[in-house]
């Protein structure tokens, strides 16, 4: 936890220890968020954190959608593609290390 801290910083960003969504706050529950790194490598994790952001996520707000495309996690990319097929928005892949892809939700 305190490599990510040192890296991401610790203005306006609240770090959550543990597994999801088990690890949710209750008080979190009314939030809206603009930005979310969801980084779980694994499918259920994954599906849970979209099925449980999305719907909180501001209009305009953004996914960012660690190892989509990284090859190494396939459960990554299942649980996103299931996802899509149910929301307006696409997919835009990021060209680095790790198969990030983005998901920028609608204004509407």
């Given amino acids: 936890m305190e490599r990510v801290r040192s890296i991401v ?3 306006a960003v609240v770090f959550i220890k543990g597994y999801f969504p ?3 706050p ?3 529950t009314n939030e809206r968020f603009s930005v979310v790194n969801i980084d779980c490598d694994l499918y259920e994790p994954i599906k849970a954190s979209l099925k ?3 719907p909180r ?3 305009g707000g953004i996914l960012l959608l660690h190892d989509y495309s990284s090859g190494y996690f396939e459960g990554a990319k299942q649980a996103v593609d299931e ?3 149910t929301i ?3 997919i835009v892949l990021l060209p680095d ?3 990030t892809a983005i998901l920028r939700k609608n204004r509407k």
């Fill in 88 to 90: 307006p928005e696409n």
């Fill in 97 to 99: 290390k790790s198969g």
């Fill in 26 to 28: 209750p008080h979190l």
């Fill in 57 to 59: 996520l501001s209009p």
């Fill in 9 to 11: 910083g610790d203005e």
């Fill in 22 to 24: 088990a690890s949710i």
């Fill in 83 to 85: 996802f899509i097929l």
């Fill in 52 to 54: 449980y952001f999305y």
